[in-house]
């Protein structure tokens, strides 16, 4: 049968809302025993055993996406082919460690000979199935139930709906343990090193700050005038003012500023800044990642941003035009 737009998009559609279907049943549907796996992950883990995933054939797709998931966000993981495993494999499991083991029907006969094998080696062992009556869901030591009112696929027959809420269901579990150890921005940037994910990760805003000639600093005693001059030859939007003794910040004197002093009537020019800068601006610390300088940006709706160190002396600026040529944004 041809592909029409119309049929085609009337077929994509019904597919997505049969998945989003299976995700809101499955959310519905958790209870006691999704905490109870999730904490038996956590105490394995934080007592030094590692996570194991596996099944088979689409399910296998599904461990080895989620073990990658897993050891991003710092839970020491392994994925283990359940056919392997009764080769040689089991070699990678001490007691201690803990498994999850994905099979939809939860009949699988590779993950069900290897769910014993596991038990032989004091692993606990999580069953990630859609069906509670299941021998994998009745012999394993802790369920991750999902639940697929139907498949997408309109024979019943491709795994669709299914993978869907089994691998959501797997997320959501590696979101909670995040949460529950506190794993930080840093933490996750750690083990991003490489590519644009990592360079994003782990920029400092001391790495992308305007300093030196390009950063317009003055006391707040000067004229608004000498203040304009400073920032025209800085060849920024902004200046960081401070008090004179003590080189603290006191406030900022953006573009903005400058057009509603210019309101107030002549003569301004002549003023001290001080009458027109903003005071209190916001600040950041130059050893604060580059995303959480863009977080300040987003929630205050500012164009620049003042850095100081900790005595709060100003040390650069980020503009907020610099940004998107850094491609943090």
Known sequence: MAITPKTALQRARACLEIEQEALAATASSLDRRFVAAARAIESATGEGGKLICSGVGKSAH?????????NSTGVVTCFLDATQALHGDLGLCAPGDIAILFSNSGQTEEVLRL???????????????????SDLASEADHQLLYEVPREACPLELAPTASTTAALALG????????????FTREDFAKYHPAGNLGRVL?????DIM????????APDTVSTQDAILRLTKAKSGSIALVNARSGKLTGILTDGDFRRAALTGEGFLQKPVKQFMTRKPKTVSEDALGVDALRIFEAHKIDDLIVVNKAGKPVGLVDGQDLPKLKIV
């Open 115 to 133: 769910l014993t094998m596991l038990k032989r080696f004091e692993v606990t062992v999580i069953a990630c199935t859609a069906h509670p009556e």
């Open 62 to 70: 599904i461990a080895q996406k989620l073990v990658g998931t897993f």
């Open 171 to 182: 997320d959501a579990l590696a979101m909670v343990l995040l949460k529950a150890r506190g």
């Open 210 to 217: 305007r300093q030196g000639d390009r950063l317009a600093v």
């Open 202 to 206: 782990l920029l400092r805003v001391g």
